[in-house]
C-alpha cells in the first residue's frame, strides 16, 4: 500500500487496520477506502461533528433569535427535511420550522437529530 490515505479521515489517528480492501481505525470504527481521495471541503458537520446530509431531521441546540419575531426559535425544537445549501453570511442549511415558515440556518447551531 505505497501512497494511500493511511490517517483516519474522521479522528485523524494512525492506528488503523485492514479488512479486505479497507482500512478500518482502532480508535473510532469508521471505514474507508484509501484509494478514493480523501474531499472533506465539502461535507457539513453539525455542532458536535455529524456528517448532514439532505433530509436529515436537526435539534437547535440554542435559543435563536428571529427578526420580526418576539420569541424566536427556542433550544430543542426539531426541524425535519433540511436542505444542504452554498453558504451565505455562515447560513448553510435551508429548512422550514414550524411557526416561523422557510428560514436558513447555521449548521453550528444544530445537532443531528
Not at 482500512?23 to 461535507?43: K, Q, T
Not at 448532514?52 to 425544537?77: H, N, P
Request: with cysteine.
Amino acid at each position: 500500500m505505497e501512497n494511500v490515505q493511511t490517517l483516519c479521515p474522521e479522528c485523524g489517528s494512525e492506528h488503523n487496520y485492514e479488512i479486505g480492501e479497507l482500512l478500518a481505525c482502532s480508535m473510532c470504527g469508521h471505514e474507508w477506502n484509501p484509494d478514493e481521495p480523501v474531499s472533506d471541503g465539502d461535507v457539513v458537520r453539525d455542532s458536535v461533528g455529524n456528517v448532514l446530509a439532505d433530509g436529515d431531521s436537526v435539534i437547535v441546540v440554542r435559543d435563536l433569535k428571529v427578526k420580526g419575531s418576539a420569541s424566536g426559535i427556542k433550544a430543542g425544537t426539531k426541524v425535519r427535511d433540511i436542505r444542504l445549501v452554498e453558504p451565505v453570511d455562515g447560513h448553510d442549511i435551508d429548512c422550514r420550522v414550524d411557526g416561523f415558515g422557510r428560514m436558513r440556518l447555521k449548521s453550528s447551531v444544530v445537532k443531528k437529530a
